[in-house]
Every structure is written in structure tokens, then in C-alpha cells.
């Protein structure tokens, strides 16, 4: 019980890191080493993680610009698939904000999940950030699961789920968020792929060395 609590407790930390978009964290939590097996085993290519990576800050950045103190809008990029979640004050600037997005360069398409009230409370933003670090907990415990296929994002006790999955995996993550302390409903924003797709994005094991005969 006592390594679970731990366990779920670097979970949140890390994604508040991440969130918060604090390069201080990450290195406290995870190692060059433990990084570089994130980026391995992610089903995106290297090049579409950077250009996630881009379009996140370009699009924070510019719908902050442009709507300023009056929205909290977040931005998550999913192999150039963009979620907004958070607040704005009326309709108009939730139209305006996909719009902007919709400008920033490589987005492919936008869920716009942005809700037109008050901005949620320190309060609520943290019991989010718990439920996140939850399923992400129950995904990691789950044998026939790769965590590192989900993003997982929590918004007023919406939890969304973004990847290139499998649909039995999608169907998984699925059971699992919905039956996580917290979660009130699921949104999947996933991009379902084939199992022989899945198979050809795997890690190649590579085969084992034939052991020479012996000299005469």
C-alpha cells in the first residue's frame, strides 16, 4: 500500500511537471535514462513528438496572447491531433481560440472541449491533476496495457484519452479510467490502429546468437 501511495504521488508530481511546463522537474524525476526509454517505446514518431512538443508551446502561446487573463485555455498535442481543454468567458472566444489553434503550423485536426465558464479553482485543477495520476497508476499496474501509449489529461473530472491504440486496448483504458476514484466521465481522442500495425511499431527483439560448433 505504503509503494502505491509513492507511486502515485511521483505519477502526479511528474504530470504537474509537465503540465506546468517546468524543465526544473523532469530531471529530478526522471533520469536521461528513464526519458530516453519514454521516447523509445512512444508509438509516435520521433519527428511527430517534436512537433507536438512545437505545437503545444506555439499554441499556448498564442491564444494566451490573444485572449490574455480572460481564458484558461490548455493545450495537449497527440500526434499533431490538438485537445483544448479549460475555461472561457463566452463563445466567441471559444471559437476564437480553435481558431487560432487551427492556424498554428503541422495541427492536423482540434477537439475543442473548451467550457464557456468561470475559471475552475486551484482546488479543482489539483483533485484533476490527482484522478490523472490515478489512471495513469492503474494503466501502469495493468499487465496487458503499455501506459506509455495514453496520454491522459483531466479537466473538471472529465478525463480524456489520446494515442494510437489498439481498439482492444482503447476498450481497456477505457474500463480502467471509467472504474478510477474521481473520473466522472471519459472522452477518448484516440486514433485507433490495427493489431498488425500495432505489431509493426514494436520494439524488434532481436534473435538470439547461434552458438558456433565446436573445433575438431
Do not use: H
Amino acid at each position: 500500500m505504503i509503494f502505491r501511495s509513492v507511486r502515485l504521488c511521483a505519477a502526479v508530481v511528474w504530470f504537474a511537471c509537465l503540465g506546468a511546463s517546468l524543465s526544473a522537474c523532469a530531471p529530478i524525476i526522471l533520469g536521461s535514462v528513464a526519458m530516453g526509454t519514454l521516447v523509445a517505446t512512444d508509438r509516435r514518431t520521433s519527428g511527430a513528438q517534436l512537433e507536438d512538443e512545437g505545437i503545444e508551446l506555439r499554441a499556448a502561446g498564442r491564444v494566451r496572447e490573444s485572449l490574455g487573463e480572460r481564458a484558461r485555455v490548455s493545450v495537449t498535442s497527440y500526434n499533431r491531433q490538438v485537445l483544448l481543454t479549460g475555461e472561457v468567458s463566452n463563445a466567441q472566444d471559444k471559437q476564437l481560440a480553435e481558431q487560432i489553434v487551427s492556424r498554428v503550423e503541422n495541427v492536423r485536426a482540434i477537439v475543442n472541449e473548451l467550457g464557456v465558464l468561470g475559471n475552475s479553482s486551484l482546488t479543482q485543477r489539483s483533485s484533476d491533476a490527482l484522478v490523472t495520476g490515478r489512471v495513469k497508476a492503474s494503466m501502469v499496474d495493468a499487465k496487458d496495457l503499455f501506459a506509455n501509449s495514453f496520454k491522459v489529461v483531466t479537466e473538471r473530472g472529465t478525463t480524456y484519452l489520446m494515442g494510437r491504440v489498439t481498439q482492444r486496448e482503447a476498450n481497456r483504458a477505457t474500463d480502467i479510467t471509467r472504474s478510477t476514484s474521481g473520473v466522472q466521465r471519459v472522452v477518448r481522442v484516440l486514433e485507433i490502429i490495427s493489431e498488425e500495425e500495432l505489431q509493426r511499431t514494436l520494439p524488434q527483439t532481436p534473435a538470439p546468437a547461434r552458438a558456433l560448433p565446436p573445433k575438431t
